[in-house]
């Protein structure tokens, strides 16, 4: 079959690294994909959110399957315009519909719906500008540190961990009043802090059965140690050492059954991936949040541990039998390390040459923000590549990665040296 990617980061190349190998994909495509991923397939310079480019791609190379890796033509609803639409609707789409990816693109919407199904989650309730004043008050009474998270999307910044109540309560008024994350922040969820450590649990569904794939923890912080500004994602590593099996089975009956149970119950069509961010806390789990696709940079690490044709599985998710459908998980451990422009989580510095990946020796080099230019590769994004590889142990991951890392050089490029050294 042919088979179309949407995106254009790390998600997506590690997708097209494994799609490309299926025997059951003829040709592959990727829109607009990055510098990288011409090595799998053909790049098409077309946004995710074009949907009628998307459209003609789709009918001019005969895209029998189409994988959708970043959120926002999931929140847009790339899903629900294909099924509207004469000439797309019997093509499948890897991904929710609009309603299903609310998951994601409403914090609110998600609380709810734990809440409904019994899921367990920190105590939360929801403001706008109007009861703003409810929500100052509100503030005075939870407890302290406290959770502020923007409703809707905000490219990964509407979440604020507030250590003083003077702290919370003027972030609430900058989020409801003054709209500090645009659009997004017109509404606002204050939720309960828990403390513990953070995993990432990924769910295929085709809106019946499921299939749990390999779980990863990454690490937000720009500095070592998880110090410094927040970022999409400095490396990841799977699997965690502290999700042994009696935990995952907690995570199974209270969270994953329930959660494609719930969607079933209230009458939400989903087909397509749930990325379940939990917090380990004293070994029981609780959810921080959905989102309605995979992470980034875990499925770099998640992919390498995938030894069965993930074409088969996505298939499964298309045809609605995914039951039926083998998954096979590597016993190895995976590390990325992630390489990053400098200044990135700020202001950072573009159009870098790249030299180098040649010399990467047990890796692959998954590209993110990267682009043609001539015969160069060139930086274009804050993240830029993400070095994976698959070995025996964690530690020979984590010194595989980091060591092909630094075989890689372009100007200003940083990476963190201690992925997964906490778990150690």
């Known amino acids: 079959m042919n088979i179309l990617i949407l995106g254009s980061g790390g998600r997506e ?45 789709v009918l001019q190379e005969n895209i029998s399957l189409v994988l959708v890796g970043p959120e926002e033509p999931l929140v847009k609803g790339v899903h629900d315009f294909f099924l509207a639409d004469e000439q797309l609707k019997n093509i499948p789409v890897v991904g929710p519909q609009q309603e299903g990816a609310q998951l994601e693109g409403s914090k609110d919407f998600s609380k709810q719906f734990m809440e409904k199904h019994s899921i367990p989650t920190a105590a939360y309730k929801t403001f706008t500008k109007d009861t703003l004043q409810d929500g100052l008050s509100y503030l005075a ?37 003054d709209a500090k994350f645009g659009e997004a922040s017109s509404r606002v969820v204050v939720e309960q802090f828990l403390t513990g450590i953070e995993l990432s649990v990924f769910v295929m569904t085709d809106g019946n059965s499921y299939k749990i794939l390999p779980e990863a923890k990454d690490y937000k912080r720009i500095g070592e140690g998880d110090t410094g500004l927040n970022t999409g994602g400095m490396g990841s590593v799977s699997p965690v050492s502290f999700a042994d099996t009696a935990f995952m089975q907690k995570v199974e009956e209270r969270i994953i059954i329930p959660t494609v149970e719930g969607l079933k119950k209230d009458g939400i ?17 609780w959810v921080i949040e959905y989102n ?5 940079p875990e499925t770099e690490s998640v992919m390498r541990r995938i030894d069965s044709d993930f074409v ?3 298939a499964g998710v298309a045809e609605g039998n995914l039951d039926t459908k083998e998954l096979i998980i590597s016993p190895k451990t995976a590390a990325t390390v992630v390489m990053v422009a400098g200044g990135y989580p700020g202001e950072y510095l573009k159009n870098k040459v790249i030299t180098g990946t040649e010399n990467v020796r047990d890796s692959i080099v998954f590209h993110a923000g990267t682009a043609m230019d001539g015969e160069n590769v060139i930086t274009t994004g804050g993240r830029v590549l993400a070095i994976t590889t698959l070995q025996d142990t964690m530690f020979n991951a984590l010194q595989q990665a980091t060591a092909d890392a630094s075989r890689i050089y372009y100007d200003g490029m940083y990476f963190r040296k201690d992925i997964g050294f906490d778990l150690l």
């Open 141 to 177: 009474t939870a407890g302290l540190p406290v959770v502020l998270k923007a409703d809707g999307l905000a490219a990964g910044k509407g979440v604020l961990i507030c250590l003083t109540l003077e702290e919370a309560q003027t972030e609430l008024i900058a989020m409801l009043a």
């Open 292 to 296: 309605c696709r995979m992470g980034d």
């Open 269 to 285: 069509p989903y087909k397509g991936f749930i990325f379940i961010g939990l917090m380990n806390s004293n070994g029981e789990p």
């Open 13 to 57: 190349s590690a997708f097209a690294w494994k799609v490309a190998q299926s025997p059951k994909c003829e040709k592959l495509f990727i829109a607009p994909g990055n510098a990288g991923t011409t090595q799998y397939g053909t790049n098409v310079n077309i946004k995710v959110t074009d949907f009628e480019g998307i459209k003609a791609l």
């Open 312 to 314: 088969d599985l996505l």
